[in-house]
Protein backbone atom coordinates (compact mmCIF):
# COMPACT_ATOMS: atom_id res chain seq x y z
CA UNK A 1 0.00 0.00 0.00
CA UNK A 2 1.04 3.13 -1.06
CA UNK A 3 0.04 4.83 2.65
CA UNK A 4 -1.49 7.88 3.33
CA UNK A 5 -1.17 10.36 0.38
CA UNK A 6 -1.44 14.30 0.74
CA UNK A 7 -1.22 16.74 -1.53
CA UNK A 8 0.09 19.50 -2.06
CA UNK A 9 3.52 19.10 -0.20
CA UNK A 10 3.98 22.75 -0.11
CA UNK A 11 1.48 25.52 -0.53
CA UNK A 12 2.26 29.13 -0.96
CA UNK A 13 -0.37 31.43 -1.10
CA UNK A 14 -1.75 35.30 0.07
CA UNK A 15 -4.17 36.16 2.87
CA UNK A 16 -7.70 36.00 2.24
CA UNK A 17 -7.21 33.21 -1.00
CA UNK A 18 -9.11 29.81 -0.69
CA UNK A 19 -6.85 26.70 0.24
CA UNK A 20 -7.79 23.02 -0.40
CA UNK A 21 -5.56 20.37 1.12
CA UNK A 22 -6.05 17.01 -0.19
CA UNK A 23 -5.81 13.10 1.57
CA UNK A 24 -6.31 9.64 0.64
CA UNK A 25 -6.63 7.73 3.25
CA UNK A 26 -5.26 3.85 3.44
CA UNK A 27 -7.65 1.51 1.36
CA UNK A 28 -9.84 0.05 3.87
CA UNK A 29 -8.80 2.21 6.73
CA UNK A 30 -12.71 3.24 8.22
CA UNK A 31 -11.25 6.78 10.22
CA UNK A 32 -9.49 9.92 9.15
CA UNK A 33 -8.17 12.47 11.00
CA UNK A 34 -6.95 16.30 10.35
CA UNK A 35 -4.22 17.50 12.03
CA UNK A 36 -2.31 20.65 12.49
CA UNK A 37 1.04 21.08 13.91
CA UNK A 38 3.03 24.53 14.70
CA UNK A 39 5.84 25.46 17.04
CA UNK A 40 3.97 27.59 19.20
CA UNK A 41 1.05 24.84 19.67
CA UNK A 42 2.11 21.72 18.75
CA UNK A 43 -0.30 18.90 17.27
CA UNK A 44 -3.39 19.63 17.17
CA UNK A 45 -6.24 17.35 16.42
CA UNK A 46 -8.78 19.34 14.42
CA UNK A 47 -11.49 17.22 12.84
CA UNK A 48 -11.69 13.66 12.61
CA UNK A 49 -14.23 10.66 10.19
CA UNK A 50 -16.35 7.98 10.75
CA UNK A 51 -16.73 5.57 7.29
CA UNK A 52 -17.08 9.47 5.74
CA UNK A 53 -19.03 10.89 8.49
CA UNK A 54 -17.42 13.91 10.41
CA UNK A 55 -17.83 12.98 14.54
CA UNK A 56 -15.69 15.29 16.21
CA UNK A 57 -14.54 19.13 14.56
CA UNK A 58 -14.32 20.74 17.70
CA UNK A 59 -10.85 21.23 16.86
CA UNK A 60 -11.87 23.30 14.07
CA UNK A 61 -10.24 27.15 14.78
CA UNK A 62 -12.92 28.76 12.93
CA UNK A 63 -15.60 28.58 10.13
CA UNK A 64 -13.33 29.44 7.93
CA UNK A 65 -12.18 25.97 7.72
CA UNK A 66 -14.37 23.38 6.93
CA UNK A 67 -13.51 19.84 5.65
CA UNK A 68 -15.42 17.18 3.96
CA UNK A 69 -14.75 13.41 2.92
CA UNK A 70 -17.79 12.22 0.30
CA UNK A 71 -16.44 8.80 0.34
CA UNK A 72 -13.81 6.47 1.44
CA UNK A 73 -10.64 7.17 -0.61
CA UNK A 74 -11.00 11.20 -0.66
CA UNK A 75 -10.87 14.35 1.93
CA UNK A 76 -10.50 17.63 1.83
CA UNK A 77 -9.81 20.80 4.31
CA UNK A 78 -10.32 24.08 3.00
CA UNK A 79 -9.28 27.41 4.44
CA UNK A 80 -11.74 30.05 2.92
CA UNK A 81 -10.55 32.98 3.75
CA UNK A 82 -7.00 32.01 4.27
CA UNK A 83 -4.92 34.42 7.07
CA UNK A 84 -0.96 34.01 7.95
CA UNK A 85 -2.02 32.54 11.88
CA UNK A 86 -2.97 29.42 9.38
CA UNK A 87 0.43 28.32 8.40
CA UNK A 88 1.68 25.34 9.60
CA UNK A 89 1.85 22.02 8.66
CA UNK A 90 -1.35 19.96 8.23
CA UNK A 91 -1.82 16.12 8.53
CA UNK A 92 -3.57 13.57 7.64
CA UNK A 93 -3.59 9.96 8.99
CA UNK A 94 -6.31 6.95 8.81
CA UNK A 95 -6.63 3.87 10.90
CA UNK A 96 -8.48 1.06 11.25
CA UNK A 97 -10.69 1.79 14.13
CA UNK A 98 -10.48 5.21 15.54
CA UNK A 99 -11.68 4.39 19.09
CA UNK A 100 -12.10 2.00 21.55
CA UNK A 101 -9.94 -0.37 23.16
CA UNK A 102 -7.95 -2.72 20.65
CA UNK A 103 -4.78 -0.46 20.52
CA UNK A 104 -5.55 1.26 17.18
CA UNK A 105 -2.49 2.70 15.19
CA UNK A 106 -2.82 5.78 13.20
CA UNK A 107 -0.86 5.99 10.23
CA UNK A 108 0.22 9.63 9.09
CA UNK A 109 0.59 11.24 5.64
CA UNK A 110 3.94 13.55 5.19
CA UNK A 111 1.38 16.62 6.18
CA UNK A 112 1.38 20.02 3.73
CA UNK A 113 3.19 22.88 4.56
CA UNK A 114 1.01 25.93 4.09
CA UNK A 115 2.51 29.29 4.07
CA UNK A 116 0.10 32.47 4.13
CA UNK A 117 2.00 35.51 3.21
CA UNK B 1 -12.23 13.63 29.59
CA UNK B 2 -8.34 12.24 29.10
CA UNK B 3 -5.27 13.86 28.49
CA UNK B 4 -1.50 13.66 28.04
CA UNK B 5 1.58 15.72 29.76
CA UNK B 6 5.04 15.69 28.85
CA UNK B 7 7.40 17.41 31.21
CA UNK B 8 10.25 17.13 29.22
CA UNK B 9 10.02 19.58 25.78
CA UNK B 10 13.60 19.36 24.91
CA UNK B 11 16.65 16.86 25.76
CA UNK B 12 19.56 17.03 24.75
CA UNK B 13 21.91 13.81 25.10
CA UNK B 14 25.36 12.41 24.19
CA UNK B 15 25.56 9.28 22.24
CA UNK B 16 25.64 6.04 24.20
CA UNK B 17 23.75 7.90 26.99
CA UNK B 18 20.50 6.93 28.41
CA UNK B 19 17.05 8.28 27.70
CA UNK B 20 13.89 8.00 29.68
CA UNK B 21 11.33 10.46 28.42
CA UNK B 22 8.46 11.19 30.71
CA UNK B 23 4.56 10.72 30.02
CA UNK B 24 1.40 10.68 32.26
CA UNK B 25 -1.76 10.58 31.27
CA UNK B 26 -5.15 11.07 33.00
CA UNK B 27 -8.21 8.86 32.36
CA UNK B 28 -9.75 7.11 35.00
CA UNK B 29 -10.29 3.38 33.06
CA UNK B 30 -8.54 1.11 30.59
CA UNK B 31 -6.61 2.55 28.17
CA UNK B 32 -4.42 2.27 25.16
CA UNK B 33 -0.90 3.92 24.97
CA UNK B 34 1.13 5.08 22.56
CA UNK B 35 4.31 6.39 21.30
CA UNK B 36 4.95 8.23 18.01
CA UNK B 37 7.97 9.44 16.54
CA UNK B 38 8.74 12.22 14.15
CA UNK B 39 12.57 12.55 12.37
CA UNK B 40 13.58 15.58 11.23
CA UNK B 41 10.81 16.90 7.81
CA UNK B 42 9.34 13.90 8.10
CA UNK B 43 5.87 12.40 9.29
CA UNK B 44 4.70 10.75 12.59
CA UNK B 45 5.34 7.35 13.36
CA UNK B 46 3.78 4.85 15.76
CA UNK B 47 7.23 3.61 18.05
CA UNK B 48 5.46 1.45 20.29
CA UNK B 49 2.15 0.92 22.12
CA UNK B 50 0.26 -0.96 24.44
CA UNK B 51 -3.37 -1.81 25.43
CA UNK B 52 -2.86 -5.14 27.04
CA UNK B 53 -0.75 -7.75 28.57
CA UNK B 54 3.09 -7.03 29.72
CA UNK B 55 3.36 -3.84 30.79
CA UNK B 56 6.69 -3.60 29.31
CA UNK B 57 6.69 -2.95 25.92
CA UNK B 58 9.16 -3.28 23.15
CA UNK B 59 9.47 -1.35 20.40
CA UNK B 60 11.45 -0.41 17.28
CA UNK B 61 15.08 0.81 17.16
CA UNK B 62 15.48 -0.57 20.41
CA UNK B 63 12.93 1.41 22.25
CA UNK B 64 10.50 0.55 24.95
CA UNK B 65 8.04 2.05 27.51
CA UNK B 66 6.96 0.65 30.55
CA UNK B 67 3.21 1.31 31.93
CA UNK B 68 3.16 1.96 34.89
CA UNK B 69 -0.88 2.15 36.06
CA UNK B 70 -0.53 3.33 39.70
CA UNK B 71 1.50 6.01 38.45
CA UNK B 72 -1.11 7.12 35.12
CA UNK B 73 2.84 7.23 33.35
CA UNK B 74 4.17 5.39 29.96
CA UNK B 75 8.02 6.48 30.02
CA UNK B 76 10.09 5.76 26.76
CA UNK B 77 13.31 4.46 27.47
CA UNK B 78 16.51 3.27 25.33
CA UNK B 79 19.46 1.99 27.38
CA UNK B 80 22.01 3.61 24.22
CA UNK B 81 21.08 6.62 22.14
CA UNK B 82 22.39 7.27 18.70
CA UNK B 83 22.49 10.23 16.76
CA UNK B 84 20.04 9.21 14.63
CA UNK B 85 17.64 9.46 17.00
CA UNK B 86 17.27 12.87 16.87
CA UNK B 87 13.77 13.67 16.39
CA UNK B 88 10.93 14.68 18.05
CA UNK B 89 8.58 11.98 20.21
CA UNK B 90 4.99 12.30 20.74
CA UNK B 91 3.32 10.25 24.07
CA UNK B 92 -0.43 9.37 23.57
CA UNK B 93 -3.98 8.08 24.70
CA UNK B 94 -6.93 6.84 24.37
CA UNK B 95 -9.06 5.51 26.81
CA UNK B 96 -12.59 3.99 26.41
CA UNK B 97 -14.25 4.96 23.18
CA UNK B 98 -12.72 8.22 23.24
CA UNK B 99 -10.44 9.84 20.55
CA UNK B 100 -6.39 9.48 20.52
CA UNK B 101 -5.08 12.64 22.41
CA UNK B 102 -1.43 13.77 21.76
CA UNK B 103 1.23 15.17 24.28
CA UNK B 104 2.89 18.26 23.22
CA UNK B 105 5.86 16.24 22.29
CA UNK B 106 9.58 16.10 23.28
CA UNK B 107 12.54 17.27 21.01
CA UNK B 108 15.55 14.98 21.72
CA UNK B 109 18.64 16.25 19.98
CA UNK B 110 21.53 13.58 20.41
CA UNK B 111 25.46 15.13 19.98
CA UNK B 112 27.56 12.62 18.21
Known amino acids: DAGVIQSPRHEVTEMGQEVTLRCKPISGHDYLFWYRQTMMRGLELLIYFNNNVPIDDSGMPEDRFSAKMPNASFSTLKIQPSEPRDSAVYFC???????????????FGPGTRLTVT | AQSVSQHNHHVILSEAASLELGCNYSYGGTVNLFWYVQYPGQHLQLLLKYFSGDPLVKGIKGFEAEFIKSKFSFNLRKPSVQWSDTAEYFCAVNGGYQKVTFGTGTKLQVIP
Open chain 1, 93 to 107: ASSLGGTGLLGYEQY
